[in-house]
Every structure is written in structure tokens, then in C-alpha cells.
């Protein structure tokens, strides 16, 4: 019997007009990985539509390829693809009308494998690296374009190779992509330290908001912060990573407020004994035991107490 890897290539080998999606607020795998595969893709005379349903946030506009992301998919495919998304909920509405994806490619070890071919790989640093292994095995080039986008979704899934997670293979890979041209010093500053002025501003109202008890630190991010800051995303502007790393929390947390009645929340623990993604999975969301996040319907201060209340009794279990 045909393994699975053997099948995805087979259904890249004979589909010609191929549909790209990823996750809603993509980061930079998500971003990465779409970009990659499209491009690699396209080298082998394949119409690609890469479609984002927020489009791609001015942080990443200076990856190759990323002038072509749509947020609407227009026309008729005969092959259907998601990268780096755990849920088939998160694409957005960019699918509405067409289904299912027929592939689905991602490394999130809560992902629910909604597509007909399912390529999971939770080991994997990033849905990136997933390529970086599969897309020569499946007759696609890793030409400079394709790694510079690779590079991206590795350095910004490890938070420049800081995450647990982080292995030797996923520096390997970086090295190996860089050997090709790619300039990691420039990809890396600017997909994890470059910030605009309005994104710092919004982190000054999530630093001031920032509160400390029983072991979490979590801020929060009002749809006020957003406007009076100017900033454009519906996003925390990585906050959580910038708060990730204080001392004497074992879990951290950023509450954002959105449009429509919900709240965007992120997770980050570095105690391994820790399992975020399934305080996450409570509330229907999902990512790693390190990092996770969801998305709540309800008013802040409902969503904030619930979410508290599962946060904590979660480290009560892991005491």
C-alpha cells in the first residue's frame, strides 16, 4: 500500500490548478510555509492561488512571493491545500464554497486532521521544516526564493531558536537553507525583533496591564488600546512573547479583545511538565504544550475569569 507521502505526490504530480491556504492572524510559519509551497510549486509551471483570509501583515511584506497572497480565492481547483493550521475553523472563510482541503500539512499535535490526507508531524519546529524535508522527496527545488520563506517559518516558530522544542535538526536545516543564499540575520530581525511604532505603543498598554498571581502572569489588550495606539492588527503584536519570558511564572497569558463579541487568547509556558495546548483545547482552540491559544466568544471579563479559573486549576493538577 502507498504511504501517505506517496499519495501527497502523486496529488501534486497531477493537479495543476491548486488552492493554498493557511490560518486567520497568520504568523510566520504559517506565512512561510504557504509562500514556500507556492513557489516551489509554481517552479514546476503549476497555477497557485495563495490565499490568506487577513492577507499578510506588513511585517512579512518583504518575503518573496508574498506580493501574490489574495484574501479571496477566485476560480476552480482540482486540489486544495492547508499549511500550518490545526483547524479546519481557522482558515476563515476563504474555503466557503469550495469544502474541505484535500491535503493538510501541519506540525500542531492537536491538529484534527480535517483534510482527506493528512500529514502531521508534532515533532516538527515548524510546518516549515515539515517542507523543508518532504518538498525535494515529493520533485520540488528549494530554490533561494522558496528557502528565504522557509528560513522565516523555522526562525519565528523557535522565537529564533529558543523554544523547547527546538532541535538540532531544525538548526541543521537553517544552516543548509542559508548555504543556499538566504540571509538569516536579515529575515531573522525582521520577523522577530523589527517593530513599528504603533505595535510598541500597543505593547505599552499590554505591559501597564500586566497582573501576577498564583503562579500566572497574564496582560490584556482592549479594542481602546488598539485604537488609541493606532494599531492596525487584530493581533497582540507578539506581546506574549515579550512576556514570556518573566521570571517566577510557570504559565503566560495575553487577553485581546476583538470585534463581534470574542476574545483572541495566547499561552506560553516553559515549565515542560506543562501542557497548555489542552487548557487551550477546553475552549476550542489548540497549538503545542508550550504555546497555544484559542478564540472566545463572550465579554472580556467573562472570557478573562473563565479562562483564568481553567488556567489555574490546570497548574493545580500538574502541582
Known sequence: MASELDIIRERLQAAQNILLVSHIRPDGDAIGSLLAFGLALQETGKKVQMVLADGVPSSFRHLPGSGQVRKSAQGAFDLIIAVDCAELKRVGKVLDGYGKPNINIDHHITNERFGDLNLIEPDAVATSSILFRHLPEWGYKITQSVAANLVTGIVTDTLG????????????????????????????YRGLVRRTFPAA??????????????????????????????????????????????DDSNITMVFVEQTEG???ISWRTQNPELDV????????????????????????????????TATRQALQRAA
Open 201 to 246: 505603543r500597543y505593547w505599552g498598554a499590554g505591559l501597564s496591564s500586566l497582573q501576577c498571581a498564583d503562579g500566572i502572569v497574564w496582560g490584556t489588550l482592549t479594542l481602546a488600546d488598539r485604537k488609541k495606539s493606532d494599531y492596525s492588527g487584530n493581533d497582540d503584536a507578539d506581546l506574549i512573547n515579550v512576556i514570556s519570558s518573566i
Open 277 to 308: 495546548s489542552q487548557i487551550a483545547v477546553q475552549f476550542g482552540g489548540g497549538g503545542h504544550p508550550g504555546a497555544a491559544g484559542a478564540d472566545v466568544h463572550g465579554t472580556l471579563a467573562e472570557v478573562q475569569e473563565r479562562v483564568l
Open 161 to 188: 531558536f529558543r523554544t523547547t522544542n527546538t532541535t538540532p535538526e531544525a538548526l541543521r536545516q537553517v544552516a543548509a537553507l542559508m548555504e543556499l543564499g538566504v540571509d538569516m540575520t536579515s529575515l531573522y
Open 262 to 264: 470574542s476574545v483572541k
